[in-house]
């Protein structure tokens, strides 16, 4: 299939701009959209005879929906050959050719699309063709990205739309997307949109005001700043990276980009669903807001089952919901080269100096620990001990004045003062002596500090990444560790900085030094190895100190994810639907709970630290995976 060269937007590059701030319905479209829905299931009518009993514009399209399905029902009868030949032909004149690919396109330079990767492409050309936006969901690593560059391609190359776009993600990942067009379909042009003030206005008034481009590729912050411009286009597509960020459908950005103009949305999220119903309804309402049009029926609609069989039957009529928009695929059911990862828990104890660090925290705050305040205790203390706790579990030099010094010195108590250092201090080493390549992860970029000293001591080549990177250094950085040959042994690298647009699939050890709150920056953080592209198997080691609040804000993390197995999983997993308790931020509660626990233990122990000679890591190994 032939590919015509860039024409540009020429004369017409006002057809481009909206003519009016009234947004219209265009009423084929919706009727269409309604139509095809209804013929998939009946379960839609609930939503769209809800959204059009308080919208009247929706009113009459449906009406005509009902009449035209009623009518003709009563008398049936065989018809004449003139009648079937002429609806055969207003068939043919009316249906519009659909392009299905069995190959990775001609216009995707660079490489080939794999086979699930062409499946997805069809998807996302199918409900374009059905007037629908969507939310591709494949497992991190799978490919999104690629995924939405060729079905761009796809608009501009067989359909002959140019645009505009404009893509909306995280400031982290721009410089990746730029890449990735660059890389598979270097005709489409592209602007990224970043830079002070100044720098911006004058990308705005060249290329963005002149339609210099088809695609935008801006940051969340960028798209809140410079709303008034954006608001002018009528956007062919909207493309949101990292959409669950918008699940709040009441945030200032999730505002902002509903008073966009759009024929069609597209968002993009490895994690589709986190913590409940309402989060699922706010991207499902983003995506058709003529179809989900309140979150209340939603809600009737999904919580009216009381029994478990009701809720196992209501489970399977939202995938049923579901399945036109979203298309989730993991990486075991598609990639069959790739081995599944294997995932530890790595249970350790205290050193003595951190157990004296805890108690003194505990001792600090004791009224708070014993609950002595009641309903005046303020969260925002118990917040702040949860933070000392977690800090001291993961190191006590993490507080100011426990490092011995001055003189500061880089030697063997920067590991035998904490547990966790001791183990990663052996399993390093373990590692070093099999080939292995390893990442490790912590919250903390002073812990990445502790860290990188640590690699220093022990001579070993390192790569480092964190909150306060730059674009540039980030990308040197991941090059450099992935170049054939790179003396690079570790990464380092916080859970949130290091979870969006990096690949690193030259290592086959995660090591998460410390868990976070949002169980889905964890398993981002797991899915930088392991993703396509990865050829050995992926061991993940999760450090967990043992009786502490570590334990607990694991717990809690994992109860999170109930709703994700639930529903997207394809109801691998169907015990309980109550996903609404998770969603919560932690109650007061909850938090001297997390607080009290193991705090006896921690006063009442007299152990000392074995000795780190006397840790046989195996052993360890061994019990902490059958815990796990």
Same mark, same amino acid.
């Given at each position: 299939?032939?590919?015509?060269?860039?024409?540009?937007?020429?004369?017409?590059?006002?057809?481009?701009?909206?003519?009016?701030?009234?947004?219209?319905?265009?009423?084929?479209?919706?009727?269409?959209?309604?139509?095809?829905?209804?013929?998939?299931?009946?379960?839609?009518?609930?939503?769209?005879?809800?959204?059009?009993?308080?919208?009247?514009?929706?009113?009459?399209?449906?009406?005509?929906?009902?009449?035209?399905?009623?009518?003709?029902?009563?008398?049936?009868?065989?018809?004449?050959?003139?009648?079937?030949?002429?609806?055969?032909?207003?068939?043919?004149?009316?249906?519009?050719?659909?392009?299905?690919?069995?190959?990775?396109?001609?216009?995707?330079?660079?490489?080939?699309?794999?086979?699930?990767?062409?499946?997805?492409?069809?998807?996302?050309?199918?409900?374009?063709?059905?007037?629908?936006?969507?939310?591709?969901?494949?497992?991190?690593?799978?490919?999104?990205?690629?995924?939405?560059?060729?079905?761009?391609?796809?608009?501009?190359?067989?359909?002959?739309?140019?645009?505009?776009?404009?893509?909306?993600?995280?400031?982290?990942?721009?410089?990746?997307?730029?890449?990735?067009?660059?890389?598979?379909?270097? &005709?489409?042009?592209? *602007? /990224?949109? %970043?830079?002070? $003030?100044?720098?911006?206005?004058? =990308? @705005?008034?060249?290329?963005?005001?002149?339609?210099?481009?088809?695609?935008?590729?801006?940051?969340?912050?960028?798209?809140?700043?410079?709303?008034?411009?954006?608001?002018?286009?009528?956007?062919?597509?909207?493309?949101?990276?990292?959409?669950?960020?918008?699940?709040?459908?009441?945030?200032?950005?999730?505002?902002?980009?509903?008073?966009?103009?759009?024929?069609?949305?597209?968002?993009?999220?490895?994690?589709?669903?986190?913590?409940?119903?309402?989060?699922?309804?706010?991207?499902?309402?983003?995506?058709?807001?003529?179809?989900?049009?309140?979150?209340?029926?939603?809600?009737?609609?999904?919580?009216?089952?009381?029994?478990?069989? &009701?809720?196992?039957? *209501? /489970?399977? %009529?939202?995938? $049923?919901?579901?399945?036109?928009? =979203? @298309?989730?695929?993991?990486?075991?059911?598609?990639?069959?080269?790739?081995?599944?990862?294997?995932?530890?828990?790595?249970?350790?104890?205290?050193?003595?100096?951190?157990?004296?660090?805890?108690?003194?925290?505990?001792?600090?705050?004791?009224?708070?620990?014993?609950?002595?305040?009641?309903?005046?205790?303020?969260?925002?203390?118990?917040?702040?001990?949860?933070?000392?706790?977690?800090?001291?579990?993961?190191?006590?030099?993490?507080?100011?004045?426990?490092?011995?010094?001055?003189?500061?010195?880089?030697?063997?108590?920067?590991?035998?003062?904490?547990?966790?250092?001791?183990?990663?201090?052996?399993?390093?080493?373990?590692?070093?002596?099999?080939?292995?390549? /390893?990442?490790?992860?912590?919250?903390?970029?002073?812990?990445?500090?502790?860290?990188?000293?640590?690699?220093?001591?022990?001579?070993?080549?390192?790569?480092?990444?964190?909150?306060?990177?730059?674009?540039?250094?980030?990308?040197?950085?991941?090059?450099?560790?992935?170049?054939?040959?790179?003396?690079?042994?570790?990464?380092?690298?916080?859970?949130?900085?290091?979870?969006?647009?990096?690949?690193?699939?030259?290592?086959?050890?995660?090591?998460?030094?410390?868990?976070?709150?949002?169980?889905?920056?964890?398993?981002?953080?797991?899915?930088?190895?392991?993703?396509?592209?990865?050829?050995?198997?992926?061991?993940?080691?999760?450090?967990?100190?043992?009786?502490?609040?570590?334990?607990?804000?694991?717990?809690?993390?994992?109860?999170?994810?109930?709703?994700?197995?639930?529903?997207?999983?394809?109801?691998?997993?169907?015990?309980?639907?109550?996903?609404?308790?998770?969603?919560?931020?932690?109650?007061?509660?909850?938090?001297?709970?997390?607080?009290?626990?193991?705090?006896?233990?921690?006063?009442?122990?007299?152990?000392?630290?074995?000795?780190?000679?006397?840790?046989?890591?195996?052993?360890?190994?061994?019990?902490?995976?059958?815990?796990?």
């Amino acid at each position: 299939m032939g590919v015509e060269p860039f024409q540009g937007f020429g004369d017409n590059k006002e057809r481009y701009f909206i003519k009016s701030e009234k947004k219209h319905i265009d009423v084929e479209a919706t009727k269409s959209r309604f139509e095809y829905l209804l013929g998939l299931t009946n379960l839609f009518r609930h939503f769209i005879d809800a959204k059009a009993s308080k919208d009247a514009r929706f009113r009459s399209i449906v009406d005509d929906i009902h009449n035209k399905s009623n009518s003709g029902t009563t008398v049936r009868r065989r018809k004449t050959e003139k009648e079937e030949d002429a609806e055969l032909l207003n068939d043919e004149v009316s249906t519009a050719s659909i392009t299905e690919f069995t190959e990775s396109p001609g216009y995707v330079h660079n490489g080939k699309l794999r086979p699930y990767q062409i499946q997805g492409l069809n998807w996302l050309i199918g409900l374009h063709e059905n007037n629908l936006s969507g939310i591709l969901a494949d497992e991190m690593g799978l490919g999104k990205t690629l995924q939405t560059i060729s079905f761009i391609g796809y608009l501009r190359f067989i359909k002959h739309i140019n645009g505009p776009h404009i893509v909306i993600t995280p400031k982290s990942t721009l410089d990746n997307w730029a890449r990735e067009f660059n890389r598979w379909i270097p &005709d489409i042009k592209v *602007l /990224v949109i %970043q830079g002070d $003030k100044d720098e911006r206005y004058q =990308l @705005l008034q060249e290329k963005v005001m002149t339609c210099e481009f088809d695609v935008i590729i801006a940051s969340y912050e960028i798209v809140i700043r410079e709303k008034s411009t954006f608001k002018k286009f009528d956007w062919e597509y909207i493309i949101i990276d990292e959409a669950h960020r918008i699940k709040n459908e009441e945030s200032l950005l999730s505002q902002i980009i509903r008073m966009f103009h759009s024929k069609n949305r597209l968002l993009i999220t490895g994690t589709p669903l986190q913590n409940n119903l309402k989060e699922l309804w706010a991207l499902l309402n983003f995506i058709l807001p003529d179809v989900f049009g309140d979150s209340e029926s939603f809600d009737d609609w999904f919580t009216k089952g009381e029994t478990g069989e &009701d809720q196992e039957d *209501l /489970v399977g %009529q939202l995938h $049923k919901v579901l399945k036109p928009f =979203l @298309l989730r695929r993991i990486k075991a059911d598609v990639e069959k080269s790739l081995l599944p990862k294997q995932e530890m828990n790595v249970y350790t104890k205290m050193s003595d100096m951190q157990r004296k660090w805890y108690q003194k925290i505990l001792e600090k705050d004791i009224d708070a620990v014993n609950g002595a305040n009641g309903k005046r205790e303020s969260k925002t203390r118990l917040l702040n001990i949860v933070m000392q706790l977690r800090k001291c579990c993961n190191h006590p030099y993490l507080f100011d004045g426990a490092e011995p010094g001055p003189p500061y010195t880089t030697d063997e108590h920067l590991v035998y003062n904490s547990q966790k250092m001791i183990i990663l201090d052996k399993l390093l080493k373990k590692f070093k002596r099999e080939g292995s390549r /390893v990442l490790i992860f912590s919250q903390m970029s002073r812990m990445l500090d502790i860290l990188e000293d640590y690699c220093y001591f022990r001579e070993f080549k390192y790569c480092r990444i964190d909150g306060q990177t730059d674009h540039v250094d980030r990308i040197n950085a991941i090059d450099e560790y992935n170049k054939p040959g790179s003396d690079k042994f570790v990464f380092l690298l916080t859970t949130r900085a290091g979870g969006l647009g990096i690949n690193l699939t030259t290592a086959d050890i995660v090591i998460l030094f410390d868990s976070d709150w949002n169980p889905q920056a964890d398993l981002q953080a797991m899915d930088r190895a392991h993703r396509i592209g990865q050829t050995k198997q992926v061991k993940v080691f999760r450090f967990i100190t043992e009786n502490a609040i570590e334990e607990k804000v694991l717990e809690r993390a994992t109860q999170k994810l109930r709703l994700d197995q639930l529903v997207i999983q394809q109801g691998r997993n169907t015990a309980g639907l109550d996903g609404q308790q998770s969603s919560k931020a932690a109650s007061k509660n909850e938090l001297i709970d997390m607080i009290q626990f193991g705090a006896a233990d921690v006063f009442e122990s007299k152990d000392k630290t074995v000795p780190e000679e006397d840790i046989d890591i195996e052993e360890l190994l061994k019990s902490s995976e059958s815990k796990t």
